[in-house]
């Protein structure tokens, strides 16, 4: 499978991506495996892209200081702005290298991805990958519950997984571990970028090779048309979604489908206004930064507003992947929740996210609540309406913004249906 490096795309919202200066040397260690019934794990770190926004509230000197002193200061609001749109008609994937001088001063951040290979796979000439994103503040293997029921029921319809590959999203899980305590993203369209750059650059174009502990990227070749891994779905949710659209729209060509779960967009005009208002805490878990055991962080999930209809197989998920050891307590959370807090001082990117919710040219699946995040049902069946290609929205009763963790099982049954649909037998002899 292969992807333009410059596209016609006329409403860019991102930058460019540039690839990072990494050190080679790092990836001489392969990634060791680790093995449980359903699948063997590796995992692995790469590189962000260079050229990102620098926070007016906590600039890059201050990511090795305690993000607990990060300001409440609306001044350091993104506003939207819908008169300030793009005026290229060509958008360029990848951006020529900068002179040191020309350079950044927020250093590309760690993430983490982990790899899953399938124990036993349906038997058939061409196989998928899938990759997960979660939303803002829990661990990538959050979703190991759905794969774990997800993998049989694809092999049973003929569908053959190759690998799925999960990425912690910035301040979450292992990439939270991996960067300065006080790391913060600027705004939201960095994410994307990061994942964009992942998917072209670091994604090894065939599956199932030995690899690194440190990926390292593919540098982008003279030619149009660039190499990719193919046959790429994508299951996200809240703002891994809201990245996903972005990233689709941007580069169409390095997915195969999308399936969407309540993003994290909002229209813009009044609606925009009047989320742009609200404090940043209604938009976070709120959970306490420290606990004494796992058992504490489990009784407030249980009793959180935001996470009290989780199932029981996302808690227990969430307490082992998303604490850590802490110095004063028995534990605490990964990533300190003022950095996701923070990150929400971007009131732009939701909303070009929402206004190119139309612009998707990829099979696209939805599992959505039915309040969605912040449009309103019918706005969002309207403009799903407009849109060209293969398109599936499912509407579950009884569930929030949260559904991924309170209908873990509902949403691996769509999961399986999209995919079967998409790669499954029939698919094989057309």
């Known amino acids: 499978?292969?992807?333009?490096?410059?596209?016609?795309?006329?409403?860019?919202?991102?930058?460019?991506?540039?690839?990072?200066?990494?050190?080679?040397s790092a990836g001489d260690a392969n990634a060791e495996f680790t093995q449980s019934q359903s699948w063997i794990s590796s995992t692995h770190a790469f590189h962000g892209s260079e050229d990102r926004d620098e926070s007016t509230a906590w600039p890059p000197a201050r990511f090795?200081?305690?993000?607990?002193?990060?300001?409440?200061?609306?001044?350091?609001?993104?506003?939207?702005?819908?008169?300030?749109?793009p005026k290229n008609t060509t958008f360029e994937l990848y951006a020529k290298q900068r002179k040191e001088d020309e350079a950044s001063r927020v250093p590309p951040p760690i993430l983490v991805a982990k790899r899953y290979i399938p124990t036993s796979k349906a038997v058939a000439s061409q196989g998928i990958t899938l990759l997960t994103l979660t939303g803002m503040g829990v661990p990538k293997e959050m979703f190991e519950p759905i794969l774990q029921n997800l993998l049989p029921l694809l092999q049973?319809?003929?569908?053959?997984?190759?690998?799925?590959?999960?990425?912690?999203?910035?301040?979450?899980?292992?990439?939270a571990k991996a960067n300065p305590k006080g790391y913060l993203y600027a705004n939201e369209k960095d994410i994307t970028r990061d994942l964009l750059l992942f998917v072209t650059s670091y994604l090894p174009l065939r599956p199932g090779e030995d690899l690194p502990k440190h990926l390292q990227p593919r540098k982008p070749t003279g030619q149009a048309q660039q190499l990719t891994r193919g046959n790429l779905h994508v299951f996200a949710h809240s703002l891994g979604a809201q990245a996903a659209i972005l990233a689709s729209v941007h580069a169409p060509d390095v997915f195969k489908s999308l399936t969407l779960i309540d993003p994290a967009m909002v229209p813009?005009?009044?609606?925009?206004?009047?989320?742009?208002?609200?404090?940043?805490?209604?938009?976070?878990?709120?959970?306490?930064?420290?606990?004494?055991?796992?058992?504490?962080?489990?009784?407030?999930?249980?009793?959180?507003?935001?996470?009290r209809n989780w199932d029981n197989r996302a808690i227990?998920?969430?307490?082992?992947?998303?604490?850590?050891?802490?110095?004063?307590?028995?534990?605490?959370?990964?990533?300190?929740?003022?950095?996701?807090?923070?990150?929400?001082?971007?009131?732009?990117?939701?909303?070009e996210c929402y206004d190119r919710f139309t612009d998707i040219s990829v099979p696209l699946h939805m599992i959505m609540p039915k309040r969605p995040f912040a449009a309103p049902a019918k706005m969002f069946q309207a403009d799903v309406k407009k849109l060209k290609n293969k398109t599936q929205v499912r509407w579950v009763d009884g569930a929030t913004h949260q559904i991924v963790y309170e209908k873990m099982d509902t949403c691996t049954e769509f999961l399986a249906h999209w995919l079967t649909e998409m790669a499954g037998k029939e698919k094989a002899h057309l």
């Open 268 to 307: 813009a005009g009044s609606i925009n206004d009047a989320m742009s208002k609200y404090p940043k805490d209604v938009l976070c878990l709120g959970l306490s930064k420290e606990y004494p055991d796992r058992n504490a962080v489990e009784k407030e999930l249980r009793g959180n507003k935001r996470t």
């Open 1 to 24: 499978m292969s992807f333009q490096i410059s596209t016609s795309y006329k409403r860019p919202s991102l930058r460019p991506l540039i690839l990072p200066h990494t050190d080679e």
């Open 156 to 175: 049973k319809s003929g569908v053959k997984v190759e690998e799925v590959w999960a990425i912690d999203m910035p301040m979450s899980g292992q990439t």
């Open 64 to 85: 090795r200081d305690d993000p607990a002193a990060i300001p409440n200061d609306e001044a350091h609001n993104i506003p939207y702005d819908a008169s300030n749109e």
């Open 316 to 351: 227990r998920a969430f307490s082992e992947y998303g604490l850590e050891p802490s110095d004063t307590t028995g534990f605490r959370l990964v990533a300190h929740p003022r950095l996701e807090w923070a990150l929400y001082y971007d009131k732009q990117t939701p909303a």
